[in-house]
């Protein structure tokens, strides 16, 4: 994946998670593994799954950390 794809990847993982942050993506509760029949309860949240997502993809990438992008507007 080239640098340009992956800023725009990481720019729109970025937006999805501020909007599932802002409309109750918190209260969106998920399981935190294959299987809830380990737990009557949810252990995470849409956000969590987000945030997860963004990570695994940067460090396929051998980027761990990705900043923020600064838009020119």
Known sequence: MDERTLNE???KMNEIIEYLKNNKGYDYKLYNHTCPCFADEPDSDIVEYAE?????????????EMEDLELPF
Do not use: A, M, T, W
């Open 9 to 11: 990847l990481n720019f």
């Open 52 to 64: 997860d997502v963004k990570d695994i993809i940067n460090n396929e990438v051998n980027k761990p």
